[in-house]
C-alpha cells in the first residue's frame, strides 16, 4: 500500500489524543516500523500514542495487551508501559482515517529517559544493565503463555531461513558474507532446536531502549510488539546485535552484556554456543528486510535507519574468530573460557615432562627466574630495552655467566612491547598488549630443541618483523581425545627448513634450534614455547601476548606450559590485591594524602610524557609538571645514580656539582639575581624566601593573591589562600593580606584597563597595614595561578603591583615552582611575561626532574640582609647528587629544545582548543602559555560547571589521558605535561576531549 495514503498526520494525531486526554499540549512523531508513533505532552505527562496500519491484525494488538497486562500483574523488577484508557475507559479504540479506512489506537505511559540510540558514553555499566533487563524481561516472561505468541514471524530468528530465498538484494559483496552465516546457520539448527523456549521480547533494539540518564542505567525496554514464543537465547542475541552496533570492538561490548543477562538469566553453555551466530542472524534478517523494503517503500526513512550500522557491524563480526567470541562469552558467564582447557589440565596433572625433553643440551643446577615485569628493576630504564639492547645483552651476560636454568614469563605484565603491533584500539582509546602468554627459556643461540609429544607440523613460518617471533614452528598434538597445539617462537632460520605442513614429528626428535638476535625478532636468544589450545583460524602465528582485558579468556586458550615441567620456581607469585593494598593505605597513611580518581591507579613505571600501570597500561601524562623534561628522562636517572655512586654530601665542602651547577642556574636569570641558596622542595623554597623578604624589610606582613598557593609548610600556608580559606582552613592569620584574583575573565574586574584596578587592590593593602603602624615585608605570586585556575595575569598588574611593594620598602617574590624552566614557551621564566625584576625567585619541581630539589636565587642586596650571623643550615639542599641531576635537568631542556617544544605544541593545543570551543561552548575560556594552559567550564551565564568538569577529567582517565582540575570553583581542567608531549599527544587528547564533549552530563550542559 502506498505509504502516503496510510500515514497519520499530526493533526489527526491530535484529534485521536484528545479522546485519551483533556488536554494535548504537544505532539510529534516517532519512529516504528508497523506503528504510527506520536509523543503526547499532556501537562507535566508524556504518553505515547501508537496508531495502527490499516491492515492491522486484531488478534496481535490484544496479543500485546494480554502481554503488558501479565507484567502488570506481576511485580516485575524493570519499568515498562502501562496501558492509558481513553475517556470512555477502554485501552484501545477505533479510528477511521481520511481514506476511510479502520485503524486501532492505543495510548501507553511514556517513559522518561533517553533512547539507547542517542545515550552516550556506552559504558560498560551501561552494557551491563542492559542484559541485566533483558534477563529480567526473560524471567518475567516464562510463565506468560499465549497461543498466538506461536507464530511464523520474519523477525523471529527460529524463522530467519527465510532470508536464504531473497539473496538476490544483495552486491556480490554483501552476498558472501549473508551466505557465510546462513550455511553456519544452517549447520546448527538441529541442536539449535532443542533450546529451552520462552515468549521472548525480541525486539530490543536501540530505539525501544530507555536510558536513565540520572544513573546511567538502563530504565526499560518498550514495545512488545514483536513479542514472540521462541528461543530464549534469541532475546539476547537481538539486544547483542543492535547495542553493539557502531562501536570499534563489538565483542568488548557483548562481553559485559552477556555477563549482566546471565546474571539475571543464567544461560546454558550450549546456548552461549550459539550466540555468535544468532547475533549475526539477527542482522541478516535486518539487512534482507530493508533491501526489501527500500524496494516497497522508498520513501519510509525508518526503514534505513539501522541498515549502515548493520552492515559494518557484519563485516566486523565476521572478522571474530566464532570461537573466541564463544569463549568471551562463556568467560562472562563464569564458564571456563577455552572447554578443551579442563582436558589439558586433567591430561597434564598426571604426567611429568622434563625440560630436558625439551631442551636437551641446557646444562643447569638450579633453576633461576628472570622478571622482566613491568615493575622490575633488573629491566630498569626505558631506555634499556626502547631502541637499545641493554636489557638483553644483560640477560645474555646473566644465562652465559652461571650454571641456572633462565626461565619465566608466563603470565608476566612486561614493558617491552613496544612496537605499534602491541598497541589495539579498543571502545574507548587504546590497550596495550602486555601479558605474556608462553613460558622463555633464555638459552643461547644454536640450543637444540625437541618435540615433547608425538605430533606433526601446523604451521613453519618466518614472521620476521621487529619484536615479533621471527622463525616459528607450531606442533599440532592429538592425545587422549584431546587437541592441543605447542607454538616454538625466536628459532633459527634453519629450524624451518625440510618442515613442511603435515609432516609427522616423534617426541624426542630435534625440531629446531634458538635463533640469534638478528634473525629472531630483535630479542636475546630464548625459546618462546607456548601452548594453545585452538588456533582460531591462524596458521603460522598466534599472539603470544596478550591485552589485560583478554588475559582470561587468552589465558584458558594458552594455558600454563609449566604444566607439563611442574617447575615450581615459576609457580605464580602470590600478590596482594589492589583492595588489599587499597585497604593498607587508608589504614596507615594519613587521611589528608589524597588519592588521584575514584578508582585509583596502581603506577609502577613512568617514560617520557607517559606513567604506566601495573597492567602495563599507558597513561598520557597532562598532569605532572613534575617530571619536567621527561619521566625517567635516561639521562637524568643516570646523572643521579652516577653521582649516587660516587658522592653525597652537604654543602660544607665545596664541591664542583653544585658549584657548577649554580653558575649554569645563574645563567637563566639577569645578571640581578645573583645569589643561590639550594633547598628540597617548594615550600622549602618559599619558607626561605619569606623569612629574607623579613630580614630584608624588617616586617612581618605579607601580601599574597587570593587563592594563590605556596606549600605545605605554616609560613607557606599563611599566604595560601587556597588552603587557609578552603576546607579545614582557619581563615587568614594576622599578617597576612589577600589582594582579588586578578582574573580578567570572571573576576571582580573584566576586560582592558583589570591589571591596574586589581593592581590598586596591592596599594590599597599595604596603606591598610601601614594605617596600623606596620609596613609590608613582602609579595608572594605566581606568575600564571595554578591552583587559582590558570590565570592570566592582566597586562600591567604584575609591574604596577611590584612598584607599589618598593614604594613602600618591601620584597617581590616570584613563585616559579609551577611554571618556571622554559614551560611557558615564550621565556624562560614566568615572571619575564610581564616585563618584571623580583627580588626573589623561587624554583621547585622541574628543578629535579622529580628528584626532591629546589632553590631560591635573589639579589644581593635580600641575600646580604638575611646573612645576618645565624647559620641557614640545610642538610640535603644542594647535595651533590640533587645538583647533579639539576644540572642535567638544565642541559636537557637545552639540547632537546624542550622551550621551542612547549611553545610550539603549546600553541597549537591553544589554538586547536579554541577551535573546539566553537563547537563546544562549555569551554568557556581557553587560557595560560607554552604548555601551561587552562580550559575553563562554564554555562552560559559564566556559572561554574564543577561537575562536568569533574565528569571530565574522570573520563579522560578511561581513554587512558591524566588530567587534573583546579580552581575556587573546581572548573578548571589544568594542562602541564612534562615538556616531551608532542603535537600527536595532543592530537589524541583532542580527539578524546571531543568525543567526551558529546557525552550526555557535558551534552546536556553544552546544549549539544
Ligand atoms: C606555586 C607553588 N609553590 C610552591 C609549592 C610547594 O612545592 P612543594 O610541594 O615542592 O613543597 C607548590 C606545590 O604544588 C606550588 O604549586
Avoid at 575514584?598 to 602495563?616: M, T, W
Wanted: aromatic content about 10%; overall charge negative.
Amino acid at each position: 500500500m502506498e505509504f502516503e495514503k496510510i500515514q497519520i498526520t499530526l493533526i489527526e494525531a491530535h484529534k485521536i489524543a484528545s479522546e485519551y486526554l483533556s488536554v494535548v499540549d504537544e505532539i510529534s512523531f516517532l519512529p516504528g516500523e508497523i506503528d504510527f508513533n506520536f509523543k503526547v505532552k499532556s501537562g507535566e505527562n508524556n504518553f505515547i500514542l501508537k496508531v495502527s496500519r490499516p491492515d492491522f491484525d486484531l488478534k496481535y494488538l490484544d496479543f500485546q495487551n494480554e502481554l503488558l497486562q501479565h507484567l502488570e500483574s506481576k511485580n516485575v523488577p524493570f519499568l515498562f508501559p502501562k496501558i492509558i484508557k481513553n475517556q470512555a475507559g477502554d485501552g484501545q479504540m477505533d479510528y477511521l482515517d481520511a481514506n476511510g479506512q479502520l485503524r486501532k489506537v492505543r495510548m501507553l505511559e511514556w517513559i522518561e529517559g533517553d533512547l539507547f540510540s542517542d545515550y552516550f558514553p556506552k559504558s560498560e555499566s551501561l552494557y551491563y544493565s542492559l542484559g541485566k533487563k533483558g534477563g529480567e524481561i526473560t524471567n518475567a516472561l516464562l510463565d506468560f503463555k499465549h497461543q498466538l505468541a506461536i507464530r511464523t514471524f520474519d523477525w523471529d530468528l527460529a524463522n530467519g531461513l527465510w532470508t536464504a530465498n531473497h539473496l538476490d538484494v544483495f552486491t556480490e559483496n554483501e552476498r558472501e558474507i549473508v551466505v557465510y552465516f546462513l550455511e553456519k546457520f544452517k549447520n546448527i539448527q538441529k541442536d539449535y532446536a532443542q533450546l529451552r523456549k520462552s515468549t521472548i521480547h525480541n525486539d530490543a533494539n536501540e530505539n525501544n531502549i530507555v536510558v536513565n540518564s540520572k544513573n546511567g542505567e538502563i530504565a526499560a525496554i518498550i514495545d512488545y510488539g514483536d513479542a514472540v514464543y521462541s528461543q530464549i537465547i534469541n532475546d539476547l542475541a537481538v539486544s547483542l546485535a543492535y547495542a553493539i552496533m557502531d562501536t570499534e570492538q563489538p565483542l568488548q561490548a557483548a562481553i559485559p552484556i552477556v555477563k549482566g543477562y546471565h546474571e539475571a538469566f543464567p544461560l546454558q553453555e550450549k546456548e552461549l554456543e550459539v550466540l555468535y551466530i544468532l547475533v549475526a542472524m539477527r542482522l541478516v534478517i535486518s539487512v534482507t528486510k530493508s533491501a526489501i523494503n527500500k524496494q516497497k517503500e522508498p520513501e519510509n526513512k525508518y526503514l534505513l535507519v539501522s541498515e549502515r550500522p548493520a552492515w559494518d557491524l557484519l563485516k566486523k563480526w565476521k572478522d571474530i574468530p566464532e570461537n573466541f567470541a564463544f569463549y568471551c562469552f562463556r568467560s562472562a558467564c563464569g564458564f571456563e573460557p577455552c572447554p578443551q582447557n579442563l582436558a589439558f589440565q586433567e591430561y597434564t596433572k598426571n604426567n611429568l615432562w622434563t625440560v630436558k625433553e625439551l631442551l636437551p643440551e641446557a646444562e643447569f643446577w638450579e633453576v633461576e627466574t628472570l622478571d622482566i615485569s613491568i615493575s622490575s628493576k633488573y629491566v630498569g630504564n626505558y631506555a634499556n630495552y626502547i631502541g637499545s639492547d641493554k636489557l638483553y645483552e644483560k640477560i645474555v651476560e646473566n644465562y652465559t655467566q652461571n650454571g641456572s636454568l633462565l626461565v619465566g614469563g608466563y603470565g608476566e605484565v612486561r614493558p617491552v612491547y613496544t612496537t605499534d603491533a602491541f598497541k589495539t584500539r579498543v571502545n574507548e582509546g587504546f590497550e596495550h598488549r602486555t601479558v605474556h602468554l608462553g613460558v622463555d627459556f633464555w638459552q643461547k643461540a644454536g640450543t637444540s630443541i625437541l618435540a615433547i609429544e608425538d605430533g606433526e607440523v601446523f604451521g613453519c613460518f618466518d614472521n620476521a618483523h621487529p619484536k615479533d617471533y621471527g622463525p616459528t614452528l607450531i606442533l599440532k598434538h592429538k592425545k587422549e581425545g584431546l587437541v592441543f597445539y605447542t607454538l616454538y617462537g625466536h628459532l633459527s632460520r634453519e629450524s624451518l627448513k625440510e618442515k613442511y605442513i603435515g609432516k609427522k614429528i616423534k617426541k624426542g626428535e630435534k625440531i629446531a634450534e634458538i635463533g640469534e638476535e638478528i634473525v629472531n625478532g630483535g630479542w636475546a636468544p630464548h625459546l618462546h614455547f607456548q601452548v594453545i589450545l585452538d588456533m582460531l583460524g591462524h596458521e603460522t602465528d598466534f599472539i603470544g601476548v596478550s591485552t589485560p582485558s583478554l588475559w582470561p579468556v587468552y589465558s584458558s586458550i594458552c594455558p600454563d606450559p609449566n604444566a607439563f615441567f611442574k617447575i615450581s620456581e615459576l609457580k605464580q607469585k602470590e600478590s596482594k590485591t589492589f583492595a588489599e593494598n587499597l585497604n593498607f593505605r587508608k589504614q596507615h597513611l594519613g587521611k589528608s594524602l589524597s588519592l588521584s580518581y575514584e578508582k585509583p591507579l596502581n603506577i609502577v613505571r613512568g617514560q617520557g610524557q607517559f606513567l604506566i600501570d601495573d597492567a602495563g597500561q599507558k597513561y598520557l601524562d597532562t598532569v605532572n609538571n613534575v617530571a619536567h623534561v621527561g619521566h625517567e628522562h635516561p639521562k637524568v636517572v643516570e646523572a643521579g645514580a652516577s653521582q649516587m655512586a660516587l658522592l653525597n654530601t652537604n654543602t660544607r665542602y665545596l664541591n664542583d656539582e653544585i658549584l657548577v651547577f649554580a653558575e649554569e642556574l645563574l645563567q637563566t636569570f639577569p645578571p640581578e639575581l645573583s645569589v643561590l641558596h639550594f633547598v628540597n622542595s617548594g615550600s622549602e623554597a618559599n619558607e626561605l624566601a619569606m623569612r629574607m623578604a623579613k630580614a630584608f624589610s624588617g616586617q612581618k606582613d605579607m601580601l599574597a593573591l587570593e587563592v594563590g598557593y605556596h606549600g605545605n609548610t605554616q609560613a607557606c600556608i599563611d599566604v595560601s589562600s587556597y588552603k587557609f580559606n578552603g576546607k579545614g582552613g582557619a581563615g587568614c592569620p594576622e599578617h597576612t593580606h589577600i589582594v582579588p584574583l586578578p582574573d580578567a575573565f570572571r573576576g571582580i574586574y573584566r576586560g582592558k584597563g583589570a591589571g591596574s584596578k586589581y593592581a590598586k587592590h596591592v596599594k590599597d593593602a599595604i596603606e591598610n597595614i601601614q594605617s596600623n603602624g606596620r609596613n609590608v615585608a613582602g609579595f608572594i605570586a605566581e606568575s600564571i595561578v595554578s591552583c587559582g585556575g590558570q590565570i592570566d595575569l592582566p597586562d600591567g598588574f604584575l609591574k604596577e603591583a611590584y612598584g607599589y611593594i618598593r614604594a613602600a620598602g618591601g620584597v617581590c617574590i616570584a613563585d616559579e615552582v609551577q611554571v618556571g624552566f622554559g614551560r611557558v614557551g615564550k621565556a624562560f621564566w614566568g615572571f619575564q611575561l610581564h616585563g618584571v625584576m623580583p627580588d626573589i625567585v623561587t624554583m621547585g619541581k622541574p628543578i629535579g626532574n622529580g628528584h626532591p630539589l629546589a632553590a631560591v636565587v635573589c639579589t644581593r642586596e635580600v641575600a646580604e640582609a638575611f646573612a645576618n650571623g645565624m647559620e641557614y643550615f640545610n642538610t640535603f639542599g644542594g647535595n651533590p647528587v640533587s645538583c647533579a641531576i639539576g644540572r642535567q635537568v638544565l642541559a636537557t631542556i637545552k639540547e632537546e629544545k624542550m622551550q621551542e617544544n612547549a611553545l610550539e605544541v603549546g600553541e597549537y593545543l591553544k589554538n586547536s582548543l579554541n577551535e573546539l570551543q566553537k563547537e563546544f561552548p562549555i569551554f568557556a575560556d581557553i587560557r595560560g602559555e607554552g604548555l601551561f594552559l587552562g580550559i575553563e567550564l562554564c554555562d552560559e551565564n559564566l556559572q561554574p560547571l564543577p561537575d562536568q568538569t569533574n565528569y571530565l577529567a574522570n573520563r579522560m582517565k578511561d581513554f587512558k589521558i591524566l588530567m587534573s582540575v583546579d580552581g575556587p570553583d573546581h572548573n578548571v581542567l589544568k594542562i602541564k605535561p612534562p615538556m616531551c608531549f608532542s603535537i600527536a599527544d595532543a592530537d589524541y587528547l583532542l580527539d578524546c576531549l571531543g568525543k567526551v564533549l558529546l557525552e550526555y552530563p557535558l551534552a546536556k550542559a553544552s546544549g549539544n
